[in-house]
């Protein structure tokens, strides 16, 4: 019994190239014939690109909407600054108020710029950056979650 091919799979450039080159120029005729095929096979169908909806419901809307499985769908967005703001803390999202407030405080008293006055002016701006970088973090995830 005779196997029927799907036609459109044999009338691909990179086919019809590879079966030219191979008779004018045999082996590597074909070789180049099918990298030419491909590049043209590439040029006119491009690859599916496939999109990712993120959302980002507050709770308010969570709470008009319904918390359901399906209403914030399965991809949330995270804010990269706030991203950010975790890691200078050292913490990650999944940290209570009190944690974040703890490492808040064990940051700021670690690198407090009175603190490192007797280091030298250069350790002293260093510090004064890193205690305004903890202080933005600090009220970067404090706004997010509503507190004060």
């Known amino acids: 019994m005779r196997k029927i091919y799907n036609m459109r799979f044999f009338l691909k450039f990179k086919w019809v190239f590879l079966f030219i080159g191979f008779r004018i120029a045999g082996g590597r005729g074909a070789f180049w014939g099918f990298l030419l095929g491909s590049l043209i096979d590439s040029m006119i169908s491009p690859p599916t690109i496939k999109f990712r909806i993120y959302t980002n419901y507050s709770n ?46 064990r940051m700021a008293l670690k690198y407090h710029p009175d603190r490192l006055a007797s280091q030298g002016e250069e350790a002293r701006q260093a510090a004064e950056k890193a205690f305004q970088q903890i202080n933005q973090a600090k009220e970067r995830i404090f706004r997010a979650r509503g507190l004060k």
């Not at 399906?70 to 967005?77: A, C, E, I, R």
């Not at 975790?86 to 703890?102: I, K, P, S, W």
């Open 60 to 105: 308010a809307n969570q709470q008009q909407w319904g918390s359901g499985a399906g209403s914030t769908g399965p991809y949330t967005y995270i804010d990269p600054q706030l991203d950010e703001a975790y890691r200078t803390l050292g913490l990650t999202e999944a940290a209570t108020d009190d944690e974040v407030r703890q490492a808040y405080r």
